[in-house]
């Protein structure tokens, strides 16, 4: 399975769970916009972009915040911004879970969000997925 259609999966995953949940979801037109879907929801449009997550060795899953293209043959990843979009939604295709993550909670452009607690106890700056979890109201 290539990259893009793991993308178009985890799309498809976020907004049939969003219809579900009574969104009205917005397709933007042509296929390199810096967001995939927006919601209209209490006058305010949400640009969200989705991305798929992994499973990681250490108890968590990870997802990247940057997309890829070429030039001169050459990758070049682009982050995202908040000018550009304002949710991630993360579709973790092994559970067939969806999680909502803010812009403003990404610090890097690999973040993970833990399944279980950090073995040594560590707390501070540890994103628990559980947290993120889409139960049906964006953040």
Known sequence: MTTKDKGDIAEAM???VLVEHGY?????WGDNKRYDLAVDFDGKIYRIQCKTAHRTKDGCIRFQTYSVTTKDGK???MKYDPSQID???VYWPEEKRVYT???SDVTSTDPRLR???TKNGQSKGVKMASQYEFN????
């Open 14 to 16: 976020v907004l049939a």
């Open 87 to 89: 949710i991630f939604m």
């Open 75 to 77: 990758p070049i990843r």
């Open 115 to 117: 399944l279980i607690p």
């Open 101 to 103: 993550v803010p812009i």
């Open 136 to 139: 049906g109201t964006l953040r």
């Open 24 to 28: 009205t979801v917005l397709i933007p």
